[in-house]
T-cell receptor, first 109, second 118 residues
Framework: GQNIDQPTEMTATEGAIVQINCTYQTSGFNGLFWYQQHAGEAPTFLSYNVLDGLEEKGRFSSFLSRSKGYSYLLLKELQMKDSASYLCAVRDSNYQLIWGAGTKLIIKP | GAVVSQHPSWVICKSGTSVKIECRSL??????MFWYRQFPKQSLMLMAT?????????EQGVEKDKFLINHASLTLSTLTVTSAHPEDSSFYIC??????????????FGNGTRLTVT
């Protein structure tokens, strides 16, 4: 079966750095997405990786290793507004999106 | 950037009634739109894929006669929850991908509709 694993919850301190990991097992691979979802709101797109390596976008970076079935989202200079759930999603060989359960990130002052 | 508008944001209805949710792509054309449902503290669950001008494709376990989907134009898809029951109470989210985009274009989400059935 297809599976996406992420930690359920993480806690970090304002101003610090946090890394959210995602491992996947899917039938084929056509890209990996990270979305941010605040409570009660719809997800918003953060990043997309299809090739191995690091993609940097401001305070957020996303890394992919296809051979390991692994990605991480790195958040720097954490702000209180970064408290949210972070969803990892993989597009499989049929271009279907497989969603992880999300990681709830709690930022403490 | 691409904007998807979803309406209403929240709705409360009585058991047995029907509710229609609209999803519009405001500044791009969307041949395909996706309808998701999300229960508290759970991830997104794909309900169906809405295709402009043709029948929707429903995921296993989703009743097509209960969740009616219409995608009459390149910018509008509607989801009608018929004969709603309390267990249908959930957060419904639509999303779309630009028609001209590649298969790896990200999904753009509407703001979601919180449905409560009493």
């Amino acid at each position: 079966g297809q599976n996406i694993d992420q930690p359920t919850e993480m806690t970090a301190t304002e101003g610090a750095i946090v890394q959210i990991n995602c491992t996947y097992q899917t039938s084929g691979f056509n890209g990996l997405f990270w979305y941010q979802q605040h409570a009660g709101e719809a997800p918003t797109f953060l990043s997309y990786n299809v090739l191995d390596g690091l993609e940097e976008k401001g305070r957020f970076s996303s890394f992919l290793s296809r051979s390991k079935g692994y990605s991480y989202l790195l958040l720097k200079e954490l702000q209180m507004k970064d408290s949210a759930s972070y969803l990892c999603a993989v597009r499989d060989s049929n271009y279907q999106l497989i969603w992880g359960a999300g990681t709830k990130l709690i930022i403490k002052p | 950037g691409a904007v998807v508008s979803q309406h209403p944001s929240w709705v409360i209805c009585k058991s047995g009634t029907s509710v229609k949710i609209e999803c519009r792509s405001l500044d791009f054309q969307a041949t395909t739109m996706f309808w998701y449902r999300q229960f508290p503290k759970q991830s997104l669950m794909l309900m169906a894929t809405s295709n402009e001008g043709s029948k929707a494709t429903y995921e296993q376990g989703v009743e097509k006669d209960k969740f009616l989907i219409n995608h009459a134009s390149l910018t509008l898809s509607t989801l009608t929850v018929t004969s709603a029951h309390p267990e249908d109470s959930s957060f419904y989210i639509c999303s779309a991908r630009e028609t001209r985009g590649t298969g790896n274009s990200p999904l753009h989400f509407g703001n979601g509709t919180r449905l409560t059935v009493t």
